[in-house]
């Protein structure tokens, strides 16, 4: 993590805050973090720091952390839609832990039918499903 963290992570996300700030708060980004890459994040202090400079820029109440199934993985193709209902739930509660918020949209790796209902009763947008609270693009 240490060379991520210099070079990537440290400078886009004090550039990303200086914008917001700059901005007054018209500038909005959103990420997509997954669960695996926080577990990983813990191990070092460079991704405890790492964390605690997205946990900086989500205080600014002008970033969105994308819903996701917990592993980024292709559980939407499971037939038992169990799987991929467990695996939101498990990166939703990781992301109100970590950044207090509860995201709004979700990022899908895969559309699957078995997945379909599951969307359209959830209380998150899905971007391209009508089902979805209305919402068919990020912030609208």
Same mark, same amino acid.
């Given at each position: 993590f240490n060379k991520a963290?210099?070079?990537?992570?440290d400078p886009t996300?004090?550039?990303l805050l200086r914008l917001i700030e700059e901005? =007054?708060?018209r500038f909005k980004i959103n990420y997509s973090i997954?669960?695996? $890459?926080?577990? %990983?994040? +813990?191990?070092?202090?460079?991704?405890?720091?790492?964390?605690?400079?997205?946990?900086?820029?989500a205080s600014t109440g002008k970033v969105e952390?994308?819903?996701?199934?917990? =592993?980024?993985?292709?559980?939407?193709?499971?037939?038992?839609?169990?799987? $991929?209902?467990? %695996?939101? +739930?498990?990166h939703n509660?990781?992301?109100?832990?970590?950044?207090?918020?509860?995201?709004q949209v979700f990022r899908f790796a895969c559309v699957s039918p078995v997945v379909v209902p599951l969307c359209a009763s959830s209380s998150v947008a899905y971007p391209g499903l009508p089902s979805s609270r209305g919402r068919d693009r990020i912030g609208q």
């Open positions: 963290k210099t070079k990537c992570y996300n004090k550039l901005n =007054y708060g997954t669960g695996t $890459f926080i577990e %990983q994040a +813990q191990k070092t202090k460079a991704g405890r720091e790492v964390v605690e400079s997205f946990q900086q820029l952390f994308l819903d996701e199934t917990y =592993y980024h993985s292709l559980a939407s193709l499971f037939s038992d839609p169990e799987e $991929f209902r467990s %695996q939101v +739930q498990q509660s990781l992301i109100r832990d970590h950044f207090g918020v509860s995201p």
